[in-house]
């Protein structure tokens, strides 16, 4: 045998022992650290409750605007929810949608954190409210309102898909979120985060493409329709605007960008589908030429929308056309360069749009500089033209935030730019 061999024990003494222990590898100078470690956790309880509205046409006819049913309350020991549907509307400015509210009966802290999520059950799965993507915070006995929760013209024009059997089916989903539990654990070994970043290189990015998250999204990515509106070559559907300019449009960009036309195309027994036509009275051709710009726009364009184009009427078509990238990026913008004079403005449109999140944060601002908006123009006009509105707003400000600081929260600086 080779082992006593001299020179093959000068070869081994450059190879390093792999039999060795890892605690034993210490490095000469360098200390052995002490390591501890502990983990943070939220609490959470989820419920899901389900209420089906059987012959809803004629519910209808019997509920005007304003009157309302009630469901059974649902919850547990420590939390009571109850749904609350206007089948009309609350009011008349929700009049032609259904409203939806949850009330919250008994819940053992003073503030409640909450995801919600309303849905309207049909024949092709469950439609989400726009609501659901917002993380609610808010006073114990408090309402969670989705005013114009879901378009009646929708629900009527296709029957069998949103009311089977004439029966529409709501559903609320809610994740409460507790408190914050924080424990020390045993050494902590890197091996999950190690496997997680592995998993990210192999997929290519840790971050989720949104992209995927709607099947119609990647319908017009990739098409390179960003010329088809203006040439209007091989359309096969036109949209009038009230002072009658025409834009021809194609049926298969406006159903994947917007849920008013893929409900409304879907059904080949209306007048629209078969004239291949629609016309909108109340919305003027400036208006929609931004929202059909919007709908043919593809990811890869930059193309933000423009200060001048965020008005009232805006918001209500992308409202009724129930277009939801159009909404988010709504949402980003008037969250930004947010002014005494402009928030009453915005606090209106967040509220149309049901923004929840971005409305509270409008709130607090008008509440932090009360006195400067009270004497505002818009603040002014909304008091005369929309009188319910401007007392609700000045009620919402002063219930949640009725000392507000001199200084803007951290919440507030995340999402508004003050001029």
Same mark, same amino acid.
């Given at each position: 045998?080779?082992?006593?061999?001299?020179?093959?024990?000068?070869?081994?003494?450059?190879?390093? #022992?792999?039999?060795?222990?890892?605690?034993?590898?210490?490095?000469?100078? %360098?200390?052995?650290?002490?390591?501890?470690?502990?983990?943070?956790?939220?609490?959470?309880?989820?419920?899901? #409750?389900?209420?089906?509205?059987?012959?809803?046409?004629?519910?209808?006819?019997?509920?005007?605007?304003?009157?309302?049913?009630?469901?059974?309350?649902?919850?547990?020991?420590?939390?009571?929810?109850?749904?609350?549907?206007?089948?009309?509307?609350?009011?008349?400015?929700?009049?032609?949608?259904?409203s939806l509210f949850l009330l919250i009966n008994k819940c053992p802290n003073p503030r409640l954190r909450f995801r919600v999520s309303f849905t309207v059950e049909t024949a092709d799965g469950s439609r989400s409210c726009h609501l659901n993507k917002n993380l609610v915070t808010i006073n114990r006995s408090g309402i969670v309102t989705a005013s114009k929760f879901f378009s009646l013209d929708i629900i009527k024009s296709s029957p069998g898909?949103?009311?089977?059997?004439?029966?529409?089916?709501?559903?609320?989903?809610?994740?409460? @979120?507790?408190?914050?539990?924080?424990?020390?654990?045993?050494?902590?070994?890197?091996? /999950?985060?190690?496997?997680?970043?592995?998993?990210? /290189?192999?997929?290519?990015?840790?971050?989720?493409?949104?992209?995927?998250? %709607?099947?119609?999204?990647?319908?017009?990515?990739?098409?390179?329709?960003?010329?088809?509106?203006? =040439?209007?070559? @091989?359309?096969? @559907?036109?949209?009038?605007?009230?002072?009658?300019?025409?834009?021809?449009?194609?049926?298969?960009?406006?159903?994947? %960008?917007?849920?008013?036309? %893929?409900?409304?195309?879907?059904?080949?027994? =209306?007048?629209?589908? =078969? /004239?291949?036509?629609?016309?909108?009275?109340?919305?003027?051709?400036?208006?929609?030429?931004?929202?059909?710009?919007?709908?043919?726009?593809?990811?890869?364009?930059?193309?933000?929308?423009?200060?001048?184009?965020?008005?009232?009427?805006?918001?209500?078509?992308?409202?009724?056309?129930?277009?939801?990238?159009?909404?988010?990026?709504?949402?980003?913008?008037?969250?930004?360069?947010?002014?005494?004079? #402009?928030?009453?403005?915005?606090?209106?449109?967040?509220?149309?749009?049901?923004?929840?999140?971005?409305?509270?944060?409008?709130?607090?601002?008008?509440?932090?500089?009360?006195?400067?908006?009270?004497? /505002?123009?818009?603040?002014?006009?909304?008091?005369?033209?929309?009188?319910?509105?401007?007392?609700?707003?000045?009620?919402?400000?002063?219930?949640?935030?009725?000392?507000?600081?001199? =200084?803007?929260?951290?919440?507030?600086?995340?999402?508004?730019?003050?001029?």
């Amino acid at each position: 045998m080779d082992g006593n061999n001299p020179q093959n024990q000068e070869q081994n003494q450059d190879i390093p #022992n792999t039999s060795r222990s890892p605690v034993q590898r210490v490095p000469s100078g %360098r200390a052995p650290s002490i390591v501890s470690s502990c983990s943070t956790r939220m609490t959470q309880r989820n419920f899901s #409750n389900y209420w089906s509205v059987e012959t809803f046409t004629v519910q209808l006819e019997l509920h005007q605007h304003g009157e309302y049913m009630l469901a059974p309350k649902f919850g547990d020991s420590d939390y009571e929810f109850v749904m609350k549907l206007f089948p009309n509307g609350k009011d008349e400015d929700t009049a032609g949608y259904l409203s939806l509210f949850l009330l919250i009966n008994k819940c053992p802290n003073p503030r409640l954190r909450f995801r919600v999520s309303f849905t309207v059950e049909t024949a092709d799965g469950s439609r989400s409210c726009h609501l659901n993507k917002n993380l609610v915070t808010i006073n114990r006995s408090g309402i969670v309102t989705a005013s114009k929760f879901f378009s009646l013209d929708i629900i009527k024009s296709s029957p069998g898909v949103y009311t089977p059997n004439d029966v529409l089916t709501i559903g609320c989903q809610l994740t409460i @979120f507790g408190e914050s539990l924080t424990w020390t654990t045993n050494q902590f070994s890197p091996y /999950s985060r190690k496997l997680n970043k592995s998993m990210a /290189s192999i997929c290519g990015s840790a971050t989720p493409d949104r992209s995927s998250s %709607r099947i119609s999204s990647s319908t017009y990515e990739g098409i390179g329709f960003h010329d088809a509106l203006d =040439t209007g070559a @091989f359309s096969d @559907f036109t949209v009038v605007a009230s002072c009658g300019r025409e834009f021809p449009t194609h049926m298969v960009v406006l159903s994947a %960008r917007s849920d008013y036309f %893929r409900a409304l195309l879907r059904n080949e027994n =209306t007048l629209e589908f =078969t /004239s291949k036509r629609v016309k909108f009275e109340d919305i003027s051709a400036g208006t929609l030429e931004v929202v059909l710009r919007h709908l043919y726009k593809i990811k890869t364009e930059i193309s933000p929308l423009e200060e001048e184009h965020l008005t009232r009427e805006l918001v209500s078509a992308v409202d009724r056309l129930m277009i939801p990238t159009m909404r988010d990026e709504i949402a980003d913008m008037i969250g930004r360069n947010v002014t005494a004079e #402009n928030v009453v403005t915005r606090i209106s449109m967040a509220d149309e749009l049901n923004l929840q999140d971005t409305y509270h944060c409008l709130l607090e601002l008008f509440a932090t500089h009360k006195k400067e908006v009270l004497q /505002s123009a818009p603040y002014i006009e909304m008091k005369e033209v929309n009188p319910k509105l401007a007392l609700k707003i000045v009620e919402d400000a002063w219930s949640s935030y009725d000392d507000p600081v001199g =200084t803007l929260d951290r919440r507030i600086i995340d999402r508004i730019t003050i001029n």
